[in-house]
């Protein structure tokens, strides 16, 4: 008999075990990489005007003539700043989009950007950077005369401005399309199963303490198997970052990698893995409390 209860136990202790080392990755992911108010917030500590007057330059700059391009540069970073706000509303509104389609909420991913309502913007803006710094070869013509030619060359571009822009599944590569795919339906299992962890480890809890019939015993192999899995995982938790933030992120250090991206990414380790730090604070705590409680109760109240 207690062959079979010191096997039941060692089970139950095994299962536990397992199931508390689990319940830190799921709070995780569930603070995280799931939870797209995380991902625009931490998309929020990047300095993306700089790096968005960099990429539209690079980009744009090439199709420029070149008696424009002195002009040009101004502009464009106006252009940008203007429509900051506007452009972290859209990114907003497809992390959301593409989120509800990735946790279940949605069938497809599919949704249209507003360009049309930027043309006011992009407009006044070049117009205003146009009239004040006009190519060399135009700086001497009247301020009405070049408003005349700004007017003209813009609603020939303007032309080529649709009024919305679509964002679907049918842009998106289709590899990466597979795999995102194979991503949603794992997604769709953990939120299935991982919803009754909790209740596992519930029963988990109460079948050793009935097994014990002993607060003393029982509370000991609770507090020891709460203390050993919140202990290791801040030891974990101190080395991932470390080992990542030593031999990862150095190899970003190449040319053509902005130096804020890499302290940015340096920052997105420490979010992601606070979550479970505070789970494992918590789970060690009060494994040591169960501990306490176990030297310090006394059988004769137990009888």
Same mark, same amino acid.
């Given at each position: 008999?207690?062959?079979?209860?010191?096997?039941?136990?060692?089970?139950?202790?095994?299962?536990?075990?397992?199931?508390?080392?689990?319940?830190?990755?799921?709070?995780?992911?569930?603070?995280?990489?799931?939870? *797209?108010?995380?991902?625009?917030?931490?998309?929020?500590?990047?300095?993306?005007?700089?790096? @968005?007057?960099?990429?539209?330059?690079?980009?744009?700059?090439?199709?420029? *003539?070149?008696?424009?391009?002195?002009?040009?540069?101004?502009?464009?970073?106006?252009?940008?700043?203007?429509?900051?706000?506007?452009?972290?509303?859209?990114?907003?509104?497809?992390?959301?989009?593409?989120?509800?389609?990735?946790?279940?909420?949605?069938?497809?991913?599919?949704?249209?950007?507003?360009?049309?309502?930027?043309?006011?913007?992009?407009?006044?803006?070049?117009?205003?950077?146009?009239?004040?710094?006009? *190519?060399?070869?135009?700086?001497?013509?009247? *301020?009405?005369?070049?408003?005349?030619?700004?007017?003209? @060359?813009?609603?020939?571009?303007?032309?080529?401005?649709?009024?919305?822009?679509?964002?679907?599944?049918?842009?998106?590569?289709?590899?990466?399309?597979?795999?995102?795919?194979?991503?949603?339906?794992?997604?769709?299992?953990?939120?299935?199963?991982?919803?009754?962890?909790?209740?596992?480890?519930?029963?988990?809890?109460?079948?050793?303490?009935?097994?014990?019939?002993?607060?003393?015993?029982?509370?000991?192999?609770?507090?020891?198997?709460?203390?050993?899995?919140?202990?290791? @995982?801040?030891?974990?938790?101190?080395?991932?970052?470390?080992?990542?933030?030593?031999?990862?992120?150095?190899?970003?250090?190449?040319?053509?990698?902005?130096?804020?991206?890499?302290?940015?990414?340096?920052?997105?380790?420490?979010?992601?893995?606070?979550?479970?730090?505070?789970?494992?604070?918590?789970? @060690?705590?009060?494994?040591?409390?169960?501990?306490?409680?176990?030297?310090?109760?006394?059988?004769?109240?137990?009888?």
């Amino acid at each position: 008999m207690n062959v079979l209860k010191g096997l039941a136990l060692g089970i139950l202790g095994f299962l536990l075990f397992v199931a508390l080392s689990f319940l830190g990755l799921v709070i995780m992911l569930n603070q995280t990489v799931l939870k *797209p108010d995380f991902v625009i917030g931490e998309l929020e500590k990047l300095d993306v005007t700089s790096l @968005a007057k960099e990429q539209v330059r690079a980009q744009v700059m090439p199709m420029v *003539p070149a008696e424009f391009r002195t002009a040009a540069g101004p502009a464009i970073d106006n252009v940008v700043v203007k429509l900051e706000p506007w452009a972290k509303q859209q990114v907003n509104n497809v992390i959301y989009r593409f989120y509800d389609y990735l946790l279940g909420k949605t069938q497809e991913f599919s949704l249209q950007i507003p360009i049309g309502e930027i043309k006011g913007t992009l407009h006044d803006t070049v117009k205003e950077t146009f009239l004040k710094s006009p *190519p060399p070869q135009f700086a001497n013509l009247p *301020p009405a005369l070049l408003e005349q030619g700004f007017e003209q @060359a813009y609603s020939q571009i303007a032309g080529f401005i649709p009024q919305t822009y679509p964002v679907n599944e049918s842009m998106i590569p289709a590899e990466a399309r597979s795999v995102i795919r194979q991503v949603k339906t794992y997604i769709g299992y953990y939120q299935t199963y991982s919803r009754w962890l909790i209740p596992l480890i519930v029963l988990l809890v109460l079948g050793i303490v009935l097994l014990h019939r002993s607060v003393k015993r029982a509370t000991r192999e609770l507090g020891v198997t709460a203390l050993v899995v919140g202990g290791g @995982a801040l030891v974990e938790l101190y080395l991932i970052p470390y080992l990542l933030n030593r031999f990862l992120l150095p190899q970003l250090s190449v040319p053509g990698v902005p130096a804020q991206l890499q302290t940015w990414l340096s920052q997105l380790l420490n979010d992601l893995f606070a979550p479970i730090q505070l789970y494992a604070v918590w789970l @060690a705590a009060a494994g040591v409390i169960l501990l306490v409680v176990s030297f310090i109760y006394k059988p004769t109240e137990e009888q």
